[in-house]
């Protein structure tokens, strides 16, 4: 599995945008599934939102849906989530995460290998 990094994470008022990138190592990421997962302060790791390894299908958490888009671009071995309209519930350490599933995969256990992860703070 691909080494991850994950950027773009920061602070924001409530109604404001972020786009979160992830950068993967390897030449192997076309051939993984992406997804975008966030754990708040005592939670369990949540499904944000995932992307197929070729980048046609994509499934989102109804909580996220017509606010967020997941994308990627093999080319610069790199996944992206667009926040907009964000919200005070939104605020967590967002995680990318790699698996070798077909699909859009959106347990964590699906999944092989996670970044670092980046906090978004989001303020009302």
């Known amino acids: 599995q691909a080494q991850l990094v994950e950027s773009g994470g920061g602070s924001v008022q409530a109604g404001g945008s972020l786009r979160l990138s992830c950068a993967a190592s390897?030449?192997?990421?076309?051939?993984?599934?992406m997804g975008w997962f966030r754990q708040a302060p005592g939670r369990e790791r949540e499904f944000v939102a995932s992307?197929?390894?070729?980048?046609?299908?994509?499934y989102y958490s109804n909580s996220v849906k017509g606010r967020f888009t997941i994308s990627r671009d093999n080319a610069k071995n790199t996944v992206y989530l667009q926040m907009n309209t964000l919200k005070p519930e939104d605020t967590a350490v967002y995680y990318c995460g790699s698996s070798r599933s077909v699909g859009v995969p959106t347990t964590p256990t699906d999944f092989g290998a996670w970044g670092q992860g980046t906090q978004v703070t989001v303020s009302s």
């Open positions: 390897g030449r192997t990421f076309s051939g993984y599934a």
């Open positions: 992307i197929s390894a070729n980048g046609v299908y994509t």
